[in-house]
C-alpha cells in the first residue's frame, strides 16, 4: 500500500514538473502585458509617438501593450526604471536622443548602451535657420561672418546640452568658428527671438521654423539631418553641400540589456511592422517628424556612435 502511494506521488509530481517546464518554455509574448515607458510627460510628441506605436505594436504581436509616463531628470527617471527592469521583453522604454547625452550632461551614468534597440521610428533634424533680410544665403556665408567675428554670432538654442544646443556646437567644432549660444526654455521662445531680431540665428528643428519659413521672414541655410526635410524639402542637407555633418533627434524603443535575443527578435520584427504602418507614418509626418525605420541591429551601431561623439563634445560645452 505504502509503495503504491509513494508511487502515485511521484507520478503526480512528475506532472506537475512537467507542466511547469511546459509553462516556463512558452513563447513570448504569450498573454502578458507588454509596457511602454515614456520618460516624459503625456501628451507631447514622444508620448503621441509611443501611444500610437504601441496601438500598432499590439496588432502586430498580439498582447496587450500599454504606455506610462515617467518623468524627471530629463529623461533619466523612466529610462533608469527600464534598465532596471527585468530583462525579459514585457518592460520597453521610449528612447531619445538625450539616451545618448544624458550621461556626459551629468545627470546619470544610465546611457544607451544600457538597452538593446527594437527599432529607431523617426528623426528630427536640426536646421540652421536666420533671418530673411540677414546677409547670409549659404552656410558658407555664415561661417565665413562667424569666423571674422568670434562670439557676435548668437545662435538660439532650446536650452544649455540640448540637441540643439549641440548641434550649433558640432559647427563650432567643425568649422573652427566660435558662436554665443542662447539658452531659451525650448524651441518656440528661440524662433521668437529670431523673428524679433534679437539673436543672429536658431539651429532647431524646420517644424519649429516653418511658419517664418512660410511668411518669408526666416531662411534656412542647410538641414543638418541624413535626408531633407519633408518640411523644407527644398534645402540641402550638409552632406549635399560637402559638409560631413549629421545631428538630429531621433525616437525609438528598446529593451534593457541583457534581455534574450530570441525575446529581441520577435520584438524587433513586430516593430518592423508597427513602425512602417499607415498610421505611424502619417503621425509622423503629420509632427513633422521623417518616418526613418532603422533595425534594432542598426539603431544599436549608431547610438553608440552617437554616444560616443556626444561623450566627447558635451563636456566642452559646460
Same mark, same amino acid.
Given at each position: 500500500?505504502?509503495?503504491?502511494?509513494v508511487?502515485?506521488?511521484?507520478?503526480?509530481?512528475?506532472?506537475?514538473?512537467?507542466?511547469?517546464?511546459?509553462?516556463?518554455k512558452q513563447?513570448?509574448?504569450?498573454?502578458?502585458?507588454?509596457?511602454i515607458?515614456?520618460?516624459?510627460?503625456?501628451?507631447?510628441?514622444?508620448?503621441?509617438?509611443?501611444?500610437?506605436y504601441?496601438?500598432?505594436?499590439?496588432?502586430a504581436?498580439g498582447?496587450?501593450?500599454?504606455?506610462?509616463?515617467i518623468t524627471?531628470?530629463s529623461?533619466?527617471?523612466g529610462?533608469?526604471?527600464?534598465?532596471?527592469?527585468k530583462?525579459?521583453?514585457?518592460t520597453?522604454?521610449?528612447?531619445?536622443v538625450?539616451?545618448?547625452?544624458l550621461?556626459?550632461?551629468g545627470?546619470?551614468?544610465l546611457s544607451?548602451?544600457?538597452?538593446?534597440?527594437?527599432?529607431?521610428?523617426m528623426?528630427?533634424?536640426?536646421a540652421?535657420t536666420?533671418r530673411?533680410?540677414s546677409p547670409?544665403?549659404?552656410l558658407?556665408?555664415?561661417?565665413?561672418?562667424?569666423?571674422?567675428?568670434?562670439?557676435?554670432?548668437r545662435?538660439?538654442?532650446?536650452?544649455?546640452?540640448?540637441i540643439?544646443?549641440v548641434?550649433?556646437?558640432?559647427?563650432?567644432a567643425?568649422?573652427d568658428?566660435?558662436?554665443?549660444?542662447?539658452?531659451?526654455?525650448?524651441a518656440?521662445?528661440?524662433?521668437?527671438?529670431l523673428?524679433g531680431?534679437?539673436i543672429?540665428a536658431v539651429?532647431?528643428?524646420?517644424?519649429?521654423?516653418?511658419?517664418?519659413l512660410?511668411?518669408?521672414d526666416?531662411?534656412?541655410?542647410?538641414i543638418l539631418?541624413?535626408?531633407?526635410?519633408s518640411?523644407?524639402?527644398e534645402?540641402?542637407?550638409a552632406?549635399?553641400?560637402g559638409?560631413?555633418?549629421t545631428i538630429?533627434?531621433?525616437?525609438?524603443?528598446?529593451?534593457?540589456k541583457?534581455?534574450?535575443?530570441?525575446?529581441?527578435?520577435?520584438? #524587433? !520584427? *513586430?516593430?518592423k511592422? &508597427?513602425?512602417?504602418s499607415?498610421?505611424?507614418? @502619417? $503621425? +509622423?509626418?503629420g509632427q513633422?517628424f521623417?518616418?526613418?525605420?532603422?533595425?534594432?541591429d542598426?539603431?544599436n551601431k #549608431? !547610438? *553608440?556612435?552617437?554616444? &560616443?561623439y556626444?561623450?566627447?563634445l558635451?563636456p @566642452? $560645452? +559646460?
Amino acid at each position: 500500500m505504502k509503495k503504491g502511494l509513494v508511487l502515485f506521488l511521484v507520478l503526480v509530481l512528475g506532472v506537475t514538473l512537467f507542466a511547469q517546464g511546459a509553462g516556463e518554455k512558452q513563447e513570448f509574448p504569450g498573454k502578458k502585458q507588454i509596457n511602454i515607458v515614456v520618460p516624459y510627460a503625456a501628451g507631447g510628441a514622444s508620448d503621441t509617438t509611443a501611444r500610437i506605436y504601441a496601438s500598432e505594436l499590439e496588432k502586430a504581436i498580439g498582447t496587450t501593450v500599454t504606455v506610462s509616463n515617467i518623468t524627471g531628470a530629463s529623461g533619466a527617471t523612466g529610462l533608469t526604471q527600464v534598465k532596471n527592469a527585468k530583462p525579459d521583453g514585457y518592460t520597453m522604454a521610449y528612447m531619445p536622443v538625450e539616451s545618448t547625452m544624458l550621461r556626459a550632461l551629468g545627470l546619470t551614468q544610465l546611457s544607451s548602451d544600457d538597452f538593446s534597440f527594437v527599432g529607431r521610428a523617426m528623426t528630427i533634424p536640426a536646421a540652421v535657420t536666420v533671418r530673411a533680410d540677414s546677409p547670409w544665403y549659404t552656410l558658407d556665408d555664415f561661417l565665413a561672418y562667424a569666423k571674422a567675428n568670434p562670439s557676435r554670432t548668437r545662435v538660439g538654442n532650446s536650452g544649455t546640452g540640448s540637441i540643439w544646443h549641440v548641434a550649433a556646437a558640432s559647427l563650432e567644432a567643425t568649422f573652427d568658428v566660435k558662436f554665443t549660444h542662447v539658452p531659451f526654455e525650448g524651441a518656440a521662445p528661440a524662433v521668437a527671438a529670431l523673428l524679433g531680431g534679437n539673436i543672429e540665428a536658431v539651429t532647431v528643428s524646420p517644424s519649429e521654423v516653418k511658419n517664418g519659413l512660410d511668411s518669408g521672414d526666416f531662411r534656412t541655410l542647410v538641414i543638418l539631418g541624413e535626408g531633407r526635410s519633408s518640411v523644407a524639402p527644398e534645402v540641402k542637407t550638409a552632406k549635399e553641400s560637402g559638409i560631413d555633418i549629421t545631428i538630429q533627434g531621433w525616437g525609438g524603443f528598446a529593451v534593457p540589456k541583457g534581455t534574450p535575443q530570441n525575446v529581441i527578435d520577435v520584438l #524587433e !520584427a *513586430a516593430s518592423k511592422i &508597427a513602425i512602417n504602418s499607415e498610421a505611424m507614418i @502619417k $503621425l +509622423l509626418s503629420g509632427q513633422g517628424f521623417e518616418p526613418a525605420y532603422l533595425s534594432g541591429d542598426d539603431m544599436n551601431k #549608431e !547610438a *553608440a556612435k552617437e554616444l &560616443a561623439y556626444y561623450g566627447d563634445l558635451i563636456p @566642452k $560645452l +559646460l
